[in-house]
């Protein structure tokens, strides 16, 4: 058992320590800032200075409105999918899984201008619109996975007793899978929070800036850097999503292991 362990240790050691070193150099860096003034003087200029506010504001807006439109949509078409019969399922299937081979990098030029054709640019509901676009599909098929080991004579016996579609499944199949629902809306939240290519097409005003974006702005284009503003302002982009795991870690998990087939 203690070789098992020292193994295991040895082995996660090297990975671990390549996901710590990021957070080593900022954290060494705030360091000797520090050294140079207090630490509240220095957030308190960090936020002054960089706008980090409007910037975390903003990331938010666009991250939770796209997890929730993204499985408020997924969710009655993964019940479709996976209860009904009918002409083109399969088909309907195979075009969400192929979908997921679209990368957005691809696709930049054609949204900009469909963007900009609405009437949207520089606007947080255009981002909202996109990733939520581009959510859809993963949330499906998460879902479906999960909506497939619900029993259906759950759903037989609220139905004799004269509920509706709608009732079972805002009643039976919505409080089943909530380890699912987390498991995508996390995934959507973290994915649209960390966006980066979409954000820095679609947005021009810094008023409309998301994190990444905001972080970037701090280091292109400057002769100087400042470097603890910098990581300042990563350590600040990291700390939502940082949270957001370990909040639903065990939700995500348990999600994750059934969604997959696990028992």
Not at 37 to 63: K, P, Q
Not at 101 to 130: E, Y
Not at 226 to 249: C, H, I, K, N, R
Request: charged fraction near 15%; glycine fraction near 6%.
């Amino acid at each position: 058992m203690l070789k098992r362990s020292v193994l295991s240790w040895c082995a996660l050691l090297p990975l671990i320590a390549v996901n710590l070193f990021p957070f080593a150099v900022a954290l060494d860096t705030l360091h000797r800032a520090e050294g140079e003034g207090s630490l509240g003087a220095f957030w308190a200029g960090l936020w002054a200075r960089t706008e980090l506010r409007t910037a975390l504001v903003n990331s938010l807006v666009i991250a939770v409105s796209t997890a929730v439109i993204s499985t408020l949509i997924a969710l009655p078409a993964a019940y479709a999918i996976s209860r009904w019969r009918f002409r083109g399922r399969r088909a309907a299937s195979q075009i969400l899984l192929a979908s997921q081979m679209l990368v957005p990098v691809m696709l930049v030029l054609g949204l900009s201008q469909l963007v900009a054709g609405a009437g949207l640019t520089d606007t947080r509901l255009a981002l909202i619109g996109l990733y939520s676009a581009f959510q859809v599909p993963f949330a499906v098929w998460m879902l479906r996975g999960y909506i497939d080991a619900i029993p259906v004579e759950l759903e037989d016996a609220a139905r004799i007793d004269g509920a509706s579609r709608f009732q079972i499944l805002r009643l039976i199949v919505l409080p089943l899978s909530m380890p699912a629902v987390a498991v995508t809306a996390t995934f959507a939240f973290i994915t649209a929070f960390n966006e980066f290519v979409l954000a820095l097409t679609i947005l021009r005003s810094s008023s409309n800036f998301t994190l990444p974006i905001r972080v970037n702005a701090l280091t292109a284009g400057r002769y100087a850097v400042d470097w603890p503003d910098v990581m300042g302002a990563v350590l600040v982009a990291s700390l939502p999503v940082m949270l957001t795991f370990l909040w639903l870690q065990r939700s995500m998990l348990r999600g994750l292991r059934l969604s997959l087939g696990a028992s």
